[in-house]
T-cell receptor, first 113, second 116 residues
Framework: AQSVSQHNHHVILSEAASLELGCNYS??????LFWYVQYPGQHLQLLLK??????LVKGIKGFEAEFIKSKFSFNLRKPSVQWSDTAEYFC???????????FGTGTRLLVSP | SAVISQKPSRDICQRGTSLTIQCQVD?????MFWYRQQPGQSLTLIAT?????????ESGFVIDKFPISRPNLTFSTLTVSNLSPEDSSIYLC?????????????FGPGTRLTVL
C-alpha cells in the first residue's frame, strides 16, 4: 500500500529563515505529487504539484518542491519564510493511475515575527 | 479551481444520532471524494462518489456507517450514522478537476463534528 511520510511534525522558524519540509513516499511506479497548505481557520489549498517533466516545481507564494525519484522524495522549500506562512503543510501522492490521494501526517509550521 | 461549500460548518451531536453533511460545487464534476481528518491526524479517504453509481468505500469504512448520495454532478451528501465520540473529526469533501496533464483535487472548507 502507498504511504507518505513527513518527518517534521512541528517546525518553528524566525522570519527570513529558509524552510525545507521533508516528504517521502513508498511507491515504485509513476506518481503524481502534491503539497497542500492549510492556513489557520482556512480550508486546504493546493500549493504545488508534480506530474512529469522538470523535477523542480514552483508553486504559489514563493514555494518550490523538488522531486528526487531515486530518493522517493518531494521536499518543499522556501528560501525566506514570512509570518504569513504559518500553517499546516501536507504532502500527498496518488499513484498507479488511481485518483485516491494518500496524505502524509502534516507539518505544522510556526513562523515567529 | 472550483468553489466548494459544505454545510454545516460545524455541529455538536449526541451519540446514537446521525449527521448529514452537504457538499456543493459551483461546476459539474465527475469525481467527488469524502475524507476524514481525526484530531491530530492526517486526511484519510472515506469513499469516492461518482454520479450515477454507488460510492466506492475504502478499507475500514462501510456504507451502513457512512452512506453517501450523489444525485447530480454538483452535489453530494455524506451521512455519519449512529454517532460515537470516536466519530469526532473534520469531514471534508473534495472534487477532482481536469487541468492540464493531470487531475487535481480541490477541497471544501470541512465540517467539524463533535460527538458528546
Amino acid at each position: 500500500a502507498q504511504s507518505v511520510s513527513q518527518h517534521n511534525h512541528h517546525v518553528i522558524l524566525s522570519e527570513a529563515a529558509s524552510l525545507e519540509l521533508g516528504c517521502n513516499y513508498s511507491y515504485g511506479g509513476t506518481v503524481n505529487l502534491f503539497w497542500y497548505v492549510q492556513y489557520p481557520g482556512q480550508h486546504l489549498q493546493l500549493l504545488l504539484k508534480y506530474f512529469s517533466g522538470d523535477p523542480l516545481v514552483k508553486g504559489i507564494k514563493g514555494f518550490e518542491a523538488e522531486f528526487i525519484k531515486s530518493k522517493f522524495s518531494f521536499n518543499l522549500r522556501k528560501p525566506s519564510v514570512q509570518w504569513s506562512d504559518t500553517a499546516e503543510y501536507f504532502c500527498a501522492v496518488n499513484a498507479g493511475g488511481f485518483q485516491k490521494l494518500v496524505f502524509g501526517t502534516g507539518t505544522r509550521l510556526l513562523v515567529s515575527p | 479551481s472550483a468553489v466548494i461549500s459544505q454545510k454545516p460548518s460545524r455541529d455538536i451531536c449526541q451519540r446514537g444520532t446521525s449527521l448529514t453533511i452537504q457538499c456543493q460545487v459551483d461546476s459539474q464534476v465527475t469525481m467527488m471524494f469524502w475524507y476524514r481528518q481525526q484530531p491530530g491526524q492526517s486526511l484519510t479517504l472515506i469513499a469516492t462518489a461518482n454520479q450515477g453509481s454507488e460510492a466506492t468505500y475504502e478499507s475500514g469504512f462501510v456504507i451502513d456507517k457512512f452512506p453517501i448520495s450523489r444525485p447530480n454532478l454538483t452535489f453530494s451528501t455524506l451521512t455519519v450514522s449512529n454517532l460515537s465520540p470516536e466519530d469526532s473529526s473534520i469531514y471534508l469533501c473534495s472534487v477532482e478537476l481536469a487541468g492540464g496533464p493531470t487531475d487535481t483535487q480541490y477541497f471544501g472548507p470541512g465540517t467539524r463534528l463533535t460527538v458528546l
